[in-house]
């Protein structure tokens, strides 16, 4: 069994000397204890108005990169001012203010940082480094900036507003290779997703022959020399296409589940985003489509790191709380020509105007993943 030894707060110590020192001053009248009073008080004061006049030079402005990742260290950056000509500033912590309007608590877990020194009319940073929780935006208001130096017995605080709201973008996991190369490699999605790009009449190269294959794109002669069907590549074959629709239409209280359905719900957008990454790692156009909110910006196909950060802060402004609105028969006559991926929280009847896709539910987000678990950056 191990001990652990812990120090004991100046100011508790400095309330103990100040009771076995005060009997002895008052009632005794010895000059020793009464000195050691004074003393006491005095040191007390000086604390006091030193941290008020360092913190009134002191301003600090937060600092914000870029959008957070749940399962990720977020690091915020803060720059610390000091104003006065003459004053110093010692020991400064630096922590972020929870109100009523403020919702970063619900996306974070606590965080503060501590600056050793800041001199006179000097700039310094320092940083904070917070742990996200969960997916969705995270509003700040306050930033409470403190000290107790030089002896720690009083604290003196400052709070200074900069309202900013932090994307947290949801958990993405790593899933292996083989859920989405079934997609593209066979049947008819796949057939039909690698069908793209076959126009014009230059010689570009020579390919396996694949389902769907006309006769007048079969280059006979090569066949022959080299004993298997080959078809004429007439064209730069253009990359794979998938579409993920994320089926959200049934609101939380009907989901067909006895767990805990709000966690079900974020599995699932949890999956969706997964998907999105592992896609484009395997160099494929993926597309966002989002059953049950409108989400504008996500039906075009891209293979890019940029467009793989759109769809991902799509999916981080999803509001669950807010009403479901129906399927649209718009959204589901724009899901051809590409391969279909439907992701639900529960199991449900397939979507009648795509039952040939593939279906997957939120329960199977850790059976998609690999072995070694691990987070990825999109």
Same mark, same amino acid.
């Given at each position: 069994?191990?001990?652990?030894?812990?120090?004991?707060? &100046?100011?508790?110590?400095? %309330?103990?000397?100040?009771?076995? %020192?005060?009997?002895?001053?008052?009632?005794?009248?010895?000059?020793?204890?009464?000195?050691?009073?004074?003393?006491?008080? %005095?040191?007390?004061?000086?604390?006091?108005?030193? !941290?008020?006049?360092?913190?009134?030079?002191? #301003?600090?402005?937060?600092?914000?990169?870029?959008?957070?990742?749940?399962?990720? &260290?977020?690091?915020?950056?803060?720059?610390?001012?000091?104003?006065?000509?003459?004053?110093?500033?010692?020991?400064?912590? /630096?922590?972020?203010?929870?109100?009523?309007? *403020?919702?970063?608590?619900?996306?974070?877990?606590?965080?503060?940082?501590?600056?050793?020194?800041?001199?006179?009319?000097?700039?310094?940073?320092?940083?904070?480094?917070?742990?996200?929780?969960?997916?969705?935006?995270?509003?700040?208001?306050?930033?409470?900036?403190?000290?107790?130096?030089?002896?720690?017995?009083?604290?003196?605080?400052?709070?200074?507003?900069?309202?900013?709201?932090?994307?947290?973008? &949801?958990?993405?996991?790593?899933?292996?290779? #083989?859920?989405?190369?079934?997609?593209? #490699?066979?049947?008819?999605?796949?057939?039909? #997703?690698?069908?793209?790009?076959?126009?014009?009449?230059?010689?570009?190269?020579?390919?396996?022959?694949?389902?769907?294959?006309?006769?007048?794109?079969? +280059?006979?002669? +090569?066949?022959?020399?080299?004993?298997? $069907?080959?078809? /004429?590549?007439?064209?730069?074959?253009? $990359?794979?296409?998938?579409?993920?629709?994320?089926?959200?239409?049934?609101?939380?209280?009907?989901?067909?589940?006895?767990?805990?359905?709000?966690?079900?719900?974020?599995? +699932?957008?949890?999956?969706?985003?997964?998907?999105?990454?592992?896609?484009?790692?395997?160099?494929?156009?993926? +597309?966002?489509?989002?059953?049950?909110?409108?989400?504008?910006?996500?039906?075009?196909?891209?293979?890019?790191?940029?467009?793989?950060?759109?769809?991902? *802060?799509? $999916?981080?402004?999803?509001? $669950?709380?807010?009403?479901?609105?129906?399927?649209?028969?718009?959204?589901?006559?724009?899901?051809?020509?590409?391969?279909?991926? %439907? /992701?639900? &929280?529960?199991?449900?009847?397939?979507?009648?105007?795509?039952?040939?896709?593939?279906?997957? !539910?939120?329960?199977?987000?850790?059976?998609?993943?690999?072995?070694?678990?691990?987070?990825?950056?999109?």
């Amino acid at each position: 069994m191990q001990k652990h030894t812990k120090s004991i707060h &100046p100011t508790i110590v400095f %309330v103990v000397l100040l009771l076995l %020192v005060a009997p002895s001053a008052f009632f005794q009248g010895k000059n020793l204890p009464m000195w050691l009073f004074g003393a006491m008080v %005095v040191t007390m004061v000086m604390t006091f108005v030193w !941290t008020k006049i360092v913190l009134r030079g002191i #301003s600090v402005r937060r600092i914000i990169l870029e959008p957070a990742k749940v399962g990720e &260290p977020y690091v915020v950056r803060y720059e610390v001012k000091n104003i006065s000509r003459w004053i110093a500033g010692f020991s400064l912590w /630096i922590e972020e203010q929870q109100t009523k309007d *403020s919702t970063w608590q619900k996306h974070f877990r606590k965080a503060r940082g501590w600056i050793m020194e800041v001199g006179a009319g000097e700039t310094v940073h320092g940083e904070a480094i917070f742990w996200p929780t969960s997916r969705g935006e995270a509003t700040f208001q306050f930033v409470r900036i403190t000290t107790s130096f030089p002896f720690g017995m009083v604290r003196s605080s400052k709070l200074i507003r900069q309202d900013v709201v932090v994307l947290v973008k &949801p958990e993405v996991k790593v899933l292996r290779p #083989s859920v989405l190369n079934a997609i593209v #490699s066979s049947g008819p999605l796949g057939q039909r #997703s690698n069908r793209r790009g076959r126009g014009g009449d230059d010689f570009f190269g020579l390919r396996e022959l694949v389902g769907g294959d006309r006769l007048g794109d079969i +280059a006979w002669k +090569a066949s022959a020399r080299r004993g298997e $069907l080959v078809c /004429i590549q007439r064209s730069k074959p253009a $990359l794979p296409r998938v579409r993920i629709v994320l089926d959200l239409t049934t609101p939380t209280s009907a989901l067909n589940w006895e767990s805990d359905l709000r966690k079900l719900e974020e599995d +699932a957008i949890s999956l969706c985003a997964s998907l999105v990454v592992e896609a484009v790692r395997q160099e494929q156009e993926v +597309a966002l489509s989002v059953l049950g909110f409108s989400i504008q910006g996500v039906d075009s196909f891209h293979s890019s790191q940029r467009h793989v950060s759109r769809l991902l *802060s799509s $999916l981080a402004r999803i509001q $669950l709380d807010n009403t479901r609105e129906p399927i649209q028969l718009r959204a589901l006559a724009s899901m051809k020509q590409s391969g279909l991926v %439907v /992701i639900r &929280p529960d199991r449900s009847e397939p979507i009648r105007s795509i039952k040939d896709a593939w279906y997957f !539910t939120a329960s199977q987000f850790k059976e998609l993943q690999r072995s070694a678990e691990r987070s990825v950056s999109a």
